[in-house]
């Protein structure tokens, strides 16, 4: 079992910056891929990007350029950098954990954090 904490949403302005963390915790879970999700308003919960062990990070073409993940093995935590916001990244921000990784990238795991919400203002 994983246990996943997020914090860090918040109301911002487009164009503005906000940096998201999802800390891990669990007994028998090491640095393994994790995934940041986003549900919108009507739509379905999607991939924004996810993380290997070794830090390796990939994006979906919405983000990129834009958001950076980002973990600190230490801490358990993974992090999401956002910037240069626009009113359509507003949705609940997802932690996923337990997920594979391949070269294409992160596919969904079986653990979820509880969301936070992030708004962009235009």
């Known amino acids: 079992q994983v246990q996943l904490v997020e914090s860090g949403g918040g109301l911002v302005p487009a164009g503005g910056s906000l940096t998201l963390s999802c800390t891990a915790s669990?007994?028998?879970?090491?640095?393994?891929?994790m995934g940041w999700y986003r549900q919108a308003p009507g739509k379905r919960r999607a991939l924004v990007g996810g993380?290997?062990?070794?830090?390796?990070?990939n994006y979906v073409d919405a983000v990129k350029g834009r958001f950076t993940i980002s973990r600190d093995n230490s801490k358990d935590t993974i992090y999401l950098q956002m910037t240069r916001l626009k009113p359509e990244d507003t949705a609940v921000y997802y932690c996923?954990?337990?997920?594979?990784?391949?070269?294409?990238?992160?596919?969904?795991?079986?653990?979820w954090g509880q969301g936070t919400q992030v708004t962009v203002s235009s």
């Open positions: 996923n954990a337990a997920g594979t990784w391949t070269e294409t990238g992160y596919s969904q795991g079986d653990f």
């Open positions: 669990s007994r028998n879970y090491g640095p393994g891929a």
């Open positions: 993380i290997n062990s070794r830090g390796g990070a």
